[in-house]
């Protein structure tokens, strides 16, 4: 897998399409981010492919105790007063480094993951092809 990861981003339609085999995801207010799990480290990019890690370090350090190998792909939030605050994200993206902490120690971030790009298990490995019949199996397993 190479890195940075084009993301497959969302398009805005008029009207919401119906019918059998469309599925809906909730819109978080965050900033889109690859949490990837290297054998030393964890990294952070952002949509552009910019590697945000210093921006994000909670997150980071709490994905150090995800397996090498996992890469990830969700969106960065914080919570305030029960609520998502894009504003607290947008200042933590345009903050320096000393900054991005002092924010995280007020307001730390959560990683909400929507999405396995890659697993560890060198069995399982890329998961971007066929990913959304393994959650339609997954998902009808469930039921």
């Known amino acids: 897998m190479e890195f940075p990861i084009k993301m497959a981003l969302?398009?805005?339609v008029p009207v919401l399409p119906e019918g059998p085999g469309w599925w809906y995801e909730p819109k978080y207010d965050g900033h889109?981010?690859?949490?990837?799990?290297?054998?030393?480290?964890?990294?952070?990019?952002?949509?552009?492919?910019?590697?945000v890690t210093q921006r994000w370090m909670?997150?980071?350090?709490?994905?150090?105790?995800?397996?090498?190998g996992t890469v990830l792909d969700g969106e960065a939030v914080i919570w305030r007063d029960g609520r998502l605050d894009f504003?607290?994200?947008?200042?933590?993206?345009?903050s320096s480094t000393t900054r991005?902490?002092?924010l995280a120690a007020r307001y730390p971030a959560s990683y909400v993951c929507w999405d396995v790009l890659q697993h560890p298990?060198?069995?399982?490995?890329?998961?971007?092809?066929g990913r959304r019949q393994r959650r339609e199996t997954a998902a009808h397993h469930d039921r």
């Open 10 to 12: 969302a398009q805005a």
């Open 100 to 102: 991005a902490r002092a």
């Open 121 to 129: 298990d060198p069995q399982i490995g890329d998961c971007r092809h």
């Open 87 to 94: 504003a607290a994200a947008q200042s933590r993206t345009a």
């Open 32 to 51: 889109r981010t690859v949490l990837r799990r290297t054998d030393e480290t964890v990294v952070l990019y952002a949509r552009s492919g910019r590697v």
């Open 58 to 68: 909670d997150l980071a350090v709490a994905g150090m105790e995800l397996r090498p």
